[in-house]
């Protein structure tokens, strides 16, 4: 499935899961005359090399972006305003700078302020991902058939908008333009605080004493071992990605601890009714997704 390349230069700063995933998928569809990658450490570059990702490797990032017209965050977002303060004078009039972070406002705040006057700024998320991390964990498929959500500052030009999109579309997304703050909140609930949730569980339960500590390990099919796959994902993206929706996780977060109180309630009253109604309802919630191809 070879097109006609959507841009002359990507540049990938940051090579992980994510990044190398968009390599991956760049080259399947042919996106791109060529890409260039950076990353910090030189065991990811030599590994983005080896695994042919990537057409040049840089240390520094500032020699990836020259004469990129895409570049494409793909750090850790608590590491976006300082690469914005080393690659933002160098970005090249008529380019789009985009990211996959998974937060939006936070990412608007940290490299808006380093956009030079004539590059595009349209930030993105693309919503796919696994517990993996790192240039060997990617892959082209990632995101087939899954969504990424723009989100361009007010004003921005919409024949770039549409641009990026079909980039996306060419990766085998799915694309939804949205508010940088409607993100955040739709995210919260459906990415960020399932994994603190995922996080605190296991938590818990490797605090138990340590004969029940090994009986979790040994009867973890009884639902506690899907909860460990989504807490093994990568510590510091989500380190950030929780600095970095603060509002809105806290937001979610009281209204799922006051959920959550009703249902202990219910419990202690013998209340079976309200178990089940709820369950029922979210029983439908996984019909839906599935019948939406989102499983
Ligand atoms: P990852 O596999 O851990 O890869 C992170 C990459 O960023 C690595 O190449 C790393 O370089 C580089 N990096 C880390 N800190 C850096 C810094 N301070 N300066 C420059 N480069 C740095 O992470 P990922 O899962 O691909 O996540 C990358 C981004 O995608 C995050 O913003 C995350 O929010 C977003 N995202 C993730 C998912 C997901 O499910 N994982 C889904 C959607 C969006 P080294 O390897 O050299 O350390």
């Known amino acids: 499935m ?3 390349p959507l841009f002359r230069r990507v540049a990938l700063i940051g090579i992980g899961l994510i990044g190398s995933s968009l390599a991956r998928a760049i080259r399947r569809g042919g996106l791109a005359g060529h890409i260039a990658g950076h990353a910090r450490s030189e065991r990811t570059r030599e590994a983005a090399v080896a695994l042919g990702l990537v057409d040049s490797i840089h240390a520094d990032p500032v020699a990836a972006v020259a004469g990129a017209d895409l570049i494409v ?4 977002v608590g590491a976006y305003a300082d690469l914005g303060a080393a690659i933002g004078p160098h970005l090249e009039a008529g380019a789009i700078l985009s ?4 937060v939006k406002q936070a990412v608007i705040r940290d490299l808006g302020p380093h956009v030079p006057d004539g590059v595009h700024f349209v930030p993105g998320h693309p919503v796919a991902g696994t517990e993996h991390s790192g240039p060997e964990a990617g892959f082209a498929e990632l995101f087939d058939g899954r969504w990424c959500i ?3 500052p007010p004003g921005t030009d919409a024949g770039v908008v549409e641009r990026l999109a079909e980039f996306w579309r060419r990766c085998g997304s799915h694309v939804e333009v949205m508010e940088p703050a409607h993100h955040d909140a739709v995210l919260a609930i459906t990415s960020h605080l399932p994994h603190l ?4 569980i296991v938590g818990t339960a490797t605090d138990l004493e340590d004969a029940t500590e090994k009986e979790v390990i040994k009867f973890s099919a009884g639902g506690f071992r899907d ?3 989504i807490a ?3 510590p510091v993206m989500w380190r950030d990605v929780f600095l970095n929706n603060r509002e ?4 979610m977060l009281g209204r799922f601890t006051e959920d959550l109180t009703a249902l202990q309630r219910a419990i202690r009253w013998g209340e079976g009714d309200k178990l089940e109604e709820l369950f029922v309802r979210t029983r439908a919630v996984r019909r839906g997704i599935i019948e939406a191809k989102q499983a």
Not at 73 to 76: D, E, G, K
Not at 248 to 251: K, Q
Request: charged residues 20%; aromatic residues 8%.
């Open 150 to 152: 723009l989100t361009p």
């Open 2 to 4: 070879t097109e006609t």
């Open 227 to 229: 909860f460990t796959r």
């Open 73 to 76: 965050l793909c750090a850790p």
């Open 248 to 251: 809105a996780v806290l937001e």
């Open 99 to 102: 990211d996959v972070g998974s």
């Open 197 to 200: 949730i995922a996080y605190t």
């Open 232 to 234: 093994a994902s990568d």
